[in-house]
């Protein structure tokens, strides 16, 4: 299937730092999505980006979307312990969601 | 506003048993799907609905797993028999419209098939 790599798996950061994942496709994305999942939790939408080179700010965290639309970034700045959990990017497929295996994020206090 | 409620939130139950599994979609929204998320597949989608009607269930893993959706304010996910291997959380999500739209999941239902 027309799946998104996400890189990498596991992301362990210091309380502070910043930090990028990364969703890739070998096929280009009508659109791509993000999701937040907290541990026992479930997975919550974070953002949509449709346009080539789109970028995005929801407070500490930075969305784009590459210029050929096969891939696409999360950077958190600052990073805090709320920021535990695993993010998901996830693209459409018709009315299917394909979700990425994500990049689950500890952080060190 | 209330999301979307699944019930029960966790069921332990024995090998062979029948498990139902139940969720209420956002009011309004016409399409639902289910999920199950697993340590080793991640979050595969099992059955898609659109105004009721079962469109896609091309990820239902075998006959032992059957999903209705009676009305547009509920749908039920059925294992029978459950076996092990169905040990999972399993999601619904509703959206309003049929592509590109946010997802909103419902809260899960842990199960443990012993």
């Known amino acids: 299937g027309q799946q998104v790599m996400q890189i990498p798996q596991y992301q362990h950061v210091q309380e502070g730092e910043d930090f990028t994942t990364y969703c890739n496709s070998s096929t280009t994305l009508s659109n791509i999505q993000w999701y937040k999942q907290r541990p026992g939790g479930h997975p919550v939408f974070l953002i949509q980006l449709v346009k080539s080179g789109e970028v995005k700010k929801q407070k500490r965290l930075t969305f784009q979307f590459g210029e050929a639309k096969k891939n696409s970034s999360l950077h958190i700045t600052a990073t805090q312990t709320t920021d535990v959990g695993t993010y998901f990017c996830?693209?459409?497929?018709?009315?299917?969601?394909?979700f990425g295996a994500g990049t689950t994020v500890t952080v060190r206090a | 506003d209330a999301g979307v409620i699944q019930s029960p939130r966790h069921e332990v139950t024995e090998m062979g048993q029948e498990v139902t599994l139940r969720c209420k979609p956002i009011s309004g929204h016409n399409s639902l799907f289910w999920y199950r998320q697993t340590m080793m597949r991640g979050l595969e989608l099992l059955i898609y609905?659109?105004?009721?009607?079962?469109?896609?269930d091309s990820g239902m893993p075998e006959d032992r797993f059957s999903a209705k959706m009676p009305n547009a304010s509920f749908s039920t996910l059925k294992i029978q028999p459950s076996e092990p291997r169905d040990s999972a959380v399993y999601f619904c999500?509703?959206?309003?419209?049929?592509?590109?739209?946010?997802?909103?999941f419902g809260p899960g239902t842990r199960l443990t098939v012993l």
């Open positions: 609905f659109n105004n009721n009607v079962p469109i896609d």
């Open positions: 996830a693209r459409y497929n018709d009315y299917k969601l394909s």
């Open positions: 999500a509703s959206t309003p419209g049929t592509s590109y739209n946010e997802q909103f």
